[in-house]
Structure formats: C-alpha cells, structure tokens
C-alpha cells in the first residue's frame, strides 16, 4: 500500500491544489471522477470546499461512491459560507435574528463551542470577520491594515453564539462565521461512518483530514504521513501506522504567502487578527474523531507548543508538533502507539 501522506495534495506553499490524476469536469463545482484500478480497489476523486478530496474504498458495496460524492455536495451545499443559501450563509446574514438549521449543523457548531471553551478561544468560528479581511488566494493575497484588523477584533467571540434547544442558532448582528476549521472534520467522519457498514476498509483525506478505517485486504495497517512542514514537495516527515482513526494536521505551510519579508498563513490568531506567530509550523492529532482533531488541530497552531501540548493533554488526546525550527513534540506514548518512524 503506497504511503498516504496527510495533505499529500497540497503542494507546500504554492497553494495550488493538484487533484492527482483525471481532473474533475469543474473545478470548482462538485464535481467527481472515479475509476476501478482492480476489482476489489476503487479510488476516487472529487474537489469539494475549495479542497481536493480523495476515497479509496476496499470491497466497496455497489453505489458507495457515488453516495460518498452525494454526501460531500450536501455538505457543500449546507455549510460553505460561500454557498447563497447554506446554514452558514443564513446565519451570517440573519441580522441577530434566529435561524433554523440542520440538526448536523447545529452539532457541529456545539462542538466548535466547546472547543472554544476549553482552548481559551484559540478555536473560534466566529473567526469570519477576519478571515474576510485577508485573501490566501495566489496572485491576490492581500495583508488587512492595524485599524481593520483593530475593527474586525471585537465581532470575534464565540461566546456569544446562541444555541437554542429547538435546533436554532442566533448569532449578535455583525458577527458572522466559518467552519473552515472543523467542517472538513466532521464530513471525514461521516464519509468514513458509511465506509464501515459499506466496504471492507477505506482511506479517506480531505485537505489535511485523513481518515482510515475497517481492513485492508492483506490485513495489515494502515500507512499514513504526517507532512514535513519545511519539504515544498509534500514528502513525510514521519509515518503513523493505525487501523482505524482520523490523522489531522493543520500547517502554516498551506495557503500561506511572503509579503514585506513577513509570511502570512490562513490560520489567524483571534487576539490578533493576524496569522499565528508562535513556534509551530504543524500540528497532527489523531483520534477517532475527526472533527474533534480538526478543530483542535488548529487550536494548537494559535497556542504555540506549550499550550498545545496542555490542551492535547487536558482533552486525552494523541498529538504531534513541529516546531518551525524542525523541533519535535510529542504527546506520552505517542510514538510506540502508532508505530512512529521518522523520516529524518
Ligand atoms: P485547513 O482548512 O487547511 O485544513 P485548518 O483546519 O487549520 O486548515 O483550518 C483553517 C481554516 O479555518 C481557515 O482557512 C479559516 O477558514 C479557519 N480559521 C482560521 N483561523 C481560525 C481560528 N483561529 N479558529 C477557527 N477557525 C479558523
Ligand atoms: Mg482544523
């Protein structure tokens, strides 16, 4: 089984997302492709939410991936802030009023608070007024001014988001949000939750989110790649062995651009409004839960590795950082748990 390395797609800082083999119809639409290497092996590819999405599916049911597709354009269609109409586009453009969402987006938005929470709002999808400033897009990055950044501070705060109990969210007027830091997360789980009534074993990765599960067919585990935040080439920097789990990782290495002699990266700091300046080029959590991963994922990158490692240790979880300067961290046990091997 070839290396599968968590944001393998991603080539370093160029911010270009190559889709691997047979592009898609549309490159930005929902498009899919799909194509049968061996009987028992179907590999697929799709770009949905701005990221190339890829599924490898052993003894797959018939129709698994087409449903797959199905799920990730729903997923599009309900939480993309860019998407006229979807759950985050209502609630962003509500005015204060509450507005009646999918029981899924409601989930997710509670465990985004909760996450919130217990990082000290490093993790806040109320993050949308910043990230509106900034453009990650290649050729038109764009740097917001002090008083923009000083102006968008304040709407920043999840505290403030509203839950209520029939299923409805109410968000302060100006404020608004992005799930950019979870969502991924959550639709890896859920692809990977009909992976295993559906198929023998699958490998799921979305961005950085990789997902795998059930059996490969010589039984042996999974092989995944956390990326080496210093190799533009996308090589690994170590490799995790596991059976069934979600390996995120969230790196300063992707939409990310040089401006002044100062390198800017979408994961932006809610005190400042600007990209994290801590020690961490990378952080990799691994856990069954992806969404949980995601999140928390991006929550170290702003916490710098002190408080990174407090957090992973607070919520019991698996983790790996990469210090900017090549530094290594690791949680208690995490390198004979997976069977870690450095590359270099
Ligand atoms: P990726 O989307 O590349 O997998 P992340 O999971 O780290 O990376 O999410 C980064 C995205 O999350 C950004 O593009 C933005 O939409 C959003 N975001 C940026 N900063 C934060 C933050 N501090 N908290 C929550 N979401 C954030
Ligand atoms: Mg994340």
């Given at each position: 089984m070839a290396l599968l390395c968590a944001?393998?797609?991603?080539?370093?800082?160029?911010s270009a997302r190559e889709i691997?083999?047979?592009?898609?119809?549309?490159?930005?639409?929902a498009a899919a492709a799909q194509g049968t290497e061996t009987p028992r092996r179907v590999s697929g590819f799709g770009l949905y939410f701005d990221t190339a999405v890829t599924v490898t599916l052993y003894e797959p049911e018939d129709g698994l991936l087409d449903d797959i597709w199905a799920a990730c354009a729903r997923y599009e269609q309900l939480?993309?802030?860019?998407?006229?109409?979807?759950d985050v586009d209502r609630i962003n453009r509500a005015g204060g009023e509450r507005v009646q969402v999918d029981p899924e987006t409601w989930d997710i938005l509670q465990r985004a608070g909760e996450i919130s929470r217990v990082s000290g709002g490093a993790f806040?999808?109320?993050?949308a007024p910043l990230t509106a400033l900034w453009d990650f897009t290649g050729g038109t990055e764009r740097v917001p001014t002090e008083e923009e950044r000083l102006e968008a501070l304040p709407l920043v705060n999840d505290a403030a988001i509203v839950l209520g109990e029939d299923g409805t969210v109410t968000l302060p007027a100006g404020m608004s949000i992005d799930l950019g830091g979870i969502a991924k997360g959550y639709i890896a789980d859920r692809i990977a939750a009909m992976c295993r009534t559906r198929c023998q074993g699958a490998v799921i990765s979305l961005g950085g989110n990789t997902y795998v599960t059930g059996e490969k067919p010589d039984g042996s585990a999974y092989r995944v790649g956390v990326q080496d935040p210093q190799d533009s080439r996308g090589a690994a920097v170590a490799v995790l062995s596991l059976r069934d789990g979600s390996v995120v990782t969230s790196g300063i290495y992707e939409r990310c651009f040089e401006k002044d002699g100062v390198w800017y990266h979408h994961i932006l700091d809610p005190e400042t409004?600007?990209?994290?300046?801590?020690?961490?080029?990378s952080a990799t959590v691994v856990t069954e839960s992806s969404m949980t991963a995601d999140a928390v994922a991006t929550a170290c990158i702003v916490l710098g590795s002190e408080g990174a490692l407090r957090l992973l240790g607070e919520l019991g979880l698996d983790g790996l950082l990469i210090g900017r300067d090549g530094t290594l961290w690791q949680t208690e046990g995490f390198g004979d748990k997976y069977g870690m091997v450095l590359t270099r």
């Open positions: 944001g393998v797609l991603l080539t370093g800082c160029a691997p083999a047979q592009p898609a119809a549309s490159p930005t639409a939480l993309s802030k860019t998407v006229a109409g979807s806040s999808v109320s993050i409004g600007s990209s994290a300046m801590t020690d961490l080029a």
